[in-house]
């Protein structure tokens, strides 16, 4: 039985810091430029099929990736459903979709590599599906994007699926190029993750609510 315990926890860490060398290189260099060997040998792993044993795919270490971060999230979604209810505010449901993933980043610690992974991942068609989908499984977003649909002005459809991809791009990349700035000790606009977060809140509420102009 201890024999098996030792094993877990050692099949346990080699995991953990495949995720955590895989998440910084991905970040840094974009995921198809990392082959899983990299990760191996980056991690310590003297087997350089590690990756493959533990996660299997390429697309398969990516979800895990994300699936390492989305426990946290979802708390932090949970918390901001409650408290936005039954809310007709556009702002508030903008809010609700920007400060979990901000919260999540300003508590992880300086540097972190999450925010450009997403956004490295996000821009590969084969990933970006992958990404999707495993954002969708949050049954707290799910409640977000329906309180924030109900109050949402009418938009044409092509207007709001247009919309709804410039959210996305920004809250993704904007996050990004912040952690970017900060990991290099660059300079940031905002002061820290809650004023980045406010200002991204501000730009895309004035997005939504923005008037369409009709071609004549």
């Not at 998440?23 to 493959?52: D, M, T």
């Not at 508590?107 to 990933?127: I, K, V």
């Amino acid at each position: 039985m201890a024999g098996r315990t030792v094993r877990a926890e050692q099949v346990s860490a080699t995991r953990e810091s495949i995720l955590t060398t895989a998440e910084q290189l991905f970040a840094e260099r974009g995921v198809y430029a990392v082959s899983n060997r990299q990760v191996s040998e980056a991690a310590g792993q003297g087997n350089n099929a590690a990756v493959g044993y533990h996660f299997g795919t390429k697309a398969d270490l990516v979800r895990a990736i994300a699936r390492k971060h989305a426990a946290q999230i979802e708390r932090i979604r949970e918390e901001r459903l409650a408290d936005a209810g039954d809310s007709t505010d556009v702002r508030t449901w903008v809010t609700c979709m920007v400060y979990p993933l901000t919260e999540h980043l300003e508590a992880l610690g300086s540097p972190t590599w999450y925010a450009r992974f997403c956004a490295q991942a996000m821009t590969d068609p084969a990933l970006r599906a992958t990404m999707i989908d495993e954002s969708l499984t949050s049954p707290a977003l799910q409640g977000i994007v329906e309180g924030f649909n109900r109050a949402l002005p009418d938009l044409p459809a092509e207007v709001h699926a247009e919309r709804g991809l410039m959210a996305r791009h920004l809250m993704v990349h904007m996050c990004a190029e912040r952690e970017r700035a900060l990991a290099e000790g660059a300079g940031t606009v905002r002061s820290c993750w809650h004023d980045a977060a406010t200002g991204l809140v501000d730009a895309l509420v004035g997005m939504w609510l923005a008037p369409t102009t009709h071609r004549p």
